[in-house]
C-alpha cells in the first residue's frame, strides 16, 4: 500500500474521531445545562403563561423557520419566545424551552426533508441550552454591571437588557455552531462563522425587540393596540419569508441551468471524442 494513501486514510479517521468527540461535548453541555434549568426551574413558571409559550415553540415557532440560501442552517424566530420568557418566568424556564423549542424545530425540518448527519439533533439541542444557559449567566450580572434591576419594566432600560441578552445569545450560540461545522469540513472558523452563522444576529436582535414590545403589551397595552403590533409583526413576516423563498427559487433555478449546461457540455465532448 502507498505510504502516502495509508497516511492521508489515517488523517481522515483521526478527524472524524475529533469531530464526534467534539459532537458527543456539546451534547453533554447541552444535558448539563438542561438538568441545570430542572434544579433551579422557578415555582412562579407553573402557570399556564409558560405552558402556552412552550406549546407555541413546540407547534408555532418550527413552521415559522425559514431555510436560509446557501446555508447549512435554517433561520428560527423562537428567540422571541426564549427572551419573553427571561423576562416573565427567568433563566432557568427559558432555557428549558429553547431545549423544546429546538426539539421540535428539528423534528419538523427532518419531516420536510432538511437533512441531518449523525447526532447532529441533540447537538443542535445541545447548542441552543448552552447558548441560553451561558445568556442567562449574562442576565445575572447585568444589575453589577449597569445598575439595572433585572425586574425593570421601564422601556429605557428593557431595551438595554434585551440588547444585552440579544448579542449574548448571538454570540455564544454561533461560535458554538461554528465550532462544530468548522470541524465538520475543516474549515476555517472564521470564514464559517462569517458565511453560515453571522445571518442568525437578525434573529437574535428582531427577537429581543418583538419580546419587548409583547411584555409592554402584555404588562401595559390594551387589546386593540396588541392586535395591530400582532398584525404589523404577522405582515413583516410574510414578506420576508417571501422574499427568502424568491432567492431559494432563483438559486434552484441557476443551479439547475448550471447542471444541464454542465451536462451538455460532456455529452457534447463524448460525441467529439467518438467521432475522432
Known amino acids: 500500500m502507498d505510504p502516502s494513501h495509508s497516511s492521508i486514510t489515517s488523517s481522515l479517521i483521526d478527524r472524524e474521531r475529533l469531530y464526534h ?68 418566568y427567568g433563566g432557568s424556564a427559558a432555557i428549558l424551552l429553547s431545549a423544546v423549542e429546538m426539539l421540535s424545530l428539528c ?11 449523525r447526532l447532529m439533533i441533540p447537538v443542535n439541542i445541545g447548542i441552543n441550552a448552552a447558548s441560553t444557559t451561558g445568556t442567562f449567566l449574562v442576565w445575572l450580572a447585568i444589575p453589577s454591571i449597569t445598575g439595572i ?23 455564544i450560540s454561533s461560535v458554538l455552531a461554528a465550532i462544530v461545522h468548522s470541524f465538520k469540513d475543516w474549515s476555517s472558523l472564521w470564514d464559517t462563522w462569517k458565511k453560515d452563522c453571522f445571518t442568525s444576529s437578525m434573529t437574535q436582535m428582531v427577537g429581543a425587540g418583538i419580546a419587548g414590545l409583547i411584555f409592554k403589551l402584555v404588562n401595559y397595552g390594551d387589546l386593540l393596540t396588541f392586535v395591530i403590533a400582532f398584525v404589523a409583526l404577522g405582515i413583516a413576516y410574510l414578506n420576508y419569508r417571501q422574499s427568502i423563498e424568491e432567492i431559494n427559487e432563483g438559486i434552484e433555478k ?9 451536462n451538455t457540455e460532456m455529452q457534447r465532448r463524448i460525441e467529439a471524442e467518438s467521432y475522432a
Not at 107 to 117: A, E, I, K, N
Not at 149 to 171: D, H
Not at 257 to 262: K, M, N, T
Open 107 to 117: 423534528l419538523y425540518l427532518r419531516s420536510r426533508g432538511f437533512p441531518f448527519g
Open 149 to 171: 434591576s433585572l425586574a425593570s419594566t421601564q422601556t429605557r432600560e428593557l431595551i438595554v437588557i434585551l440588547g444585552i441578552l440579544a448579542l449574548a445569545q448571538f454570540a
Open 254 to 262: 441557476v443551479e439547475e441551468a448550471e447542471r444541464q449546461r454542465a
Open 21 to 88: 468527540l467534539i459532537k458527543i461535548a456539546v451534547i453533554f453541555l447541552g444535558g448539563l445545562s438542561v438538568l441545570f434549568a430542572l434544579a433551579a426551574f422557578p415555582t412562579d413558571a407553573f402557570h399556564w403563561g409558560y405552558l402556552l409559550l412552550v406549546l407555541s415553540s413546540i407547534f408555532v415557532a418550527p413552521r415559522m423557520s425559514l431555510t436560509l440560501p446557501r446555508s447549512k442552517f435554517a433561520l428560527s424566530f423562537a428567540d422571541v419566545l426564549i427572551f419573553l420568557t427571561f423576562l416573565l
